[in-house]
């Protein structure tokens, strides 16, 4: 009988380890949710950090990358996000708004940078990092910014002057700022997921929307809007972001290998942005089923001029000093347009 018991208990001493070295070996999942092409740069970026992670870790995290809101769509990721239904994302800085970390909304000001140099002097500089810690009382990890250039205007009707906005339907992303812009210039701005963009201007109920030239060509916008401004009048770019909570239980070696394969993503990501706006532009031209406007200098200067009132308006709400170390950093003054 003791014998049998003895047996009993090693069998089950057996599976208990063989159960708990199973376990060990369940890889870490990452679950990485976008809202847009998997052909777009964030796309691409995405697959590039879980290539990068999942060699390095030899296979201990995987990393589940959903594109075009398959997972959560727009106005829902970051709140997943934080429920810890998703891991990682990479929305842009404007939807740290609504949830109260309003200093993101800083990079929704309108002509804010001049070119992709001024753009580094502020995300990816002591200032950039300085906004990404903020999030940490949200339950949030700011990990990086991804620079996807600038926005670009397309409607079905041609847009050269800051009148010829007025009374246009033009889909925004969640921005207090982007919505003061749109209704500066005379429009009516619409809220609206990006995946739910194509349709509302297929059918009207949009006239146009602003994006870069990569997400217009990579999600066929240009199949549904007549023209195209390049105006490059706001900054578009993504803060990619993890659960705190999920971040922090990471073994150390594991968030240490993580983070560097972030800081090569990001290298590569800028490196990218540019090249893959200018060959969508081309793509854009060669489908032939949108005209392009380039705005003259005159022009440009009329929509700056009309804008700046935004600046004056939203500063006091993002922060009057964030916005002032931004003119610093980057030569801009307003009052010199």
Same mark, same amino acid.
Request: aromatic share 8%; hydrophobic share 40%.
């Given at each position: 009988?003791?014998?049998? +018991? ?25 679950? @990485? ?6 052909? %777009? ?22 990393? #589940? ?8 769509? =727009? ?10 239904? *998703? ?8 939807? @740290?708004?609504?949830?109260? *970390?309003?200093? @993101?909304? *800083?990079?929704?000001?309108? @002509?804010?940078? =001049?070119?992709? /140099?001024? #753009?580094?002097? +502020? ?17 949030? *990890?700011?990990?990086?910014?991804? /620079? ?19 009374? !246009?339907?033009?889909?925004? !992303?969640?921005?207090?700022?982007? =919505? %003061?812009?749109?209704? %500066? ?12 963009? $194509? ?35 706001? $900054?578009?770019? $993504? ?8 971040? /922090? ?18 290298? $590569? ?28 200098? /005159? ?21 009057? =000093? ?16």
């Amino acid at each position: 009988m003791r014998m049998r +018991v003895n047996w009993i208990i090693l069998v089950a001493l057996v599976f208990t380890i063989a159960s708990t070295s199973a376990l060990a070996q369940q890889p870490i999942v990452i679950k @990485f949710s976008h809202v847009v092409a998997s052909d %777009a740069p964030k796309g691409k970026a995405a697959e590039y950090f879980k290539r990068l992670v999942e060699e390095r870790t030899k296979g201990a995290v995987k990393v #589940e990358v959903y594109h075009n809101s398959v997972l959560f769509k =727009d106005g829902e990721e970051v709140e997943a996000l934080q429920l810890g239904s *998703v891991q990682m994302l990479a929305p842009t800085p404007g939807k @740290f708004g609504p949830m109260g *970390v309003r200093e @993101f909304e *800083v990079l929704d000001f309108p @002509f804010l940078f =001049d070119n992709i /140099d001024e #753009e580094h002097k +502020v995300t990816q500089a002591p200032i950039g990092k300085r906004m990404l810690k903020m999030l940490e009382s949200k339950g949030i *990890v700011g990990l990086a910014f991804w /620079d996807n250039g600038f926005k670009e205007m397309t409607s079905n009707k041609p847009i050269r002057r800051p009148e010829d906005f007025k009374g !246009q339907k033009i889909r925004i !992303q969640s921005s207090k700022v982007i =919505d %003061a812009q749109m209704r %500066a210039l005379g429009a009516i701005p619409q809220v609206m997921g990006f995946g739910e963009v $194509y349709q509302a201007l297929q059918t009207g109920v949009v006239d146009g929307q602003e994006n870069p030239t990569s997400n217009v060509f990579q999600s066929k916008l240009y199949e549904v809007q007549k023209y195209l401004t390049m105006s490059d009048h706001g $900054y578009h770019g $993504y803060a990619v972001i993890a659960n705190k909570k999920f971040w /922090d239980g990471l073994p150390p070696n594991v968030r240490a290998t993580l983070e560097g394969a972030m800081k090569e993503t990001t290298d $590569y990501f800028n490196r990218i942005a540019k090249q893959e706006n200018d060959d969508a532009l081309e793509g854009i031209r060669r489908a032939g089923r949108t005209e392009i406007v380039t705005l003259s200098a /005159d022009e440009r200067r009329a929509w700056k001029r009309m804008l700046m009132k935004v600046h004056a308006e939203m500063g006091e709400k993002v922060g009057k =000093d964030l916005l002032k170390s931004i003119y610093d950093e980057t030569g801009f003054d307003p009052n010199k347009l």
